[in-house]
């Protein structure tokens, strides 16, 4: 599988339904550059011409994004939006619903802890 700037919601939906599973069957939202893309919930594909106000911004800025939008279809829930990047080029934006209202982002934080406590803790200690 390919994605381009161009990839159509058809093409990428394969690999958004993927993430989709990997993340325990939150919400996902993917879309190209040049091309509208999908919107996913409960392993169903609700959307094949979906962009939000995030997906957007991430395709404009680069960058990830971690925001409560305040439009659109999920207005007042937080969604992690990230780029998808090609060389320089941004070629599309993949975001997730964080429909645990920052249970999921806490999660995410907690389980780089260990890691971050294992490379401060010195020699021969534990924690």
């Not at 159509?8 to 939202?29: D, F, G, R, Y």
């Not at 680069?62 to 090609?86: A, N, R, S």
């Amino acid at each position: 599988m390919q994605i381009t700037s161009s990839s159509s919601s058809k093409e990428i939906a394969p690999m958004a339904l993927a993430i989709h599973q990997l993340v325990n069957k939150l919400p996902i939202t993917m879309r190209c550059k040049n091309s509208n893309g999908v919107r996913i919930e409960e392993d169903k594909i609700i959307d094949y011409d979906y962009t939000g106000p995030v997906l957007e911004k991430v395709l404009e800025k680069g960058k990830f994004i971690h925001e409560t939008p305040e439009t659109g279809t999920y207005e007042g829930i937080p969604v992690l939006v990230v780029p998808i990047i090609e060389g320089e080029e941004v070629i599309g934006a993949i975001g997730i619903v964080d429909i645990t209202r920052g249970v999921f982002s806490d999660l995410m934080q907690i389980a780089r802890r260990p890691d971050l406590i294992k490379s401060e803790t010195p020699k021969g200690e534990f924690y």
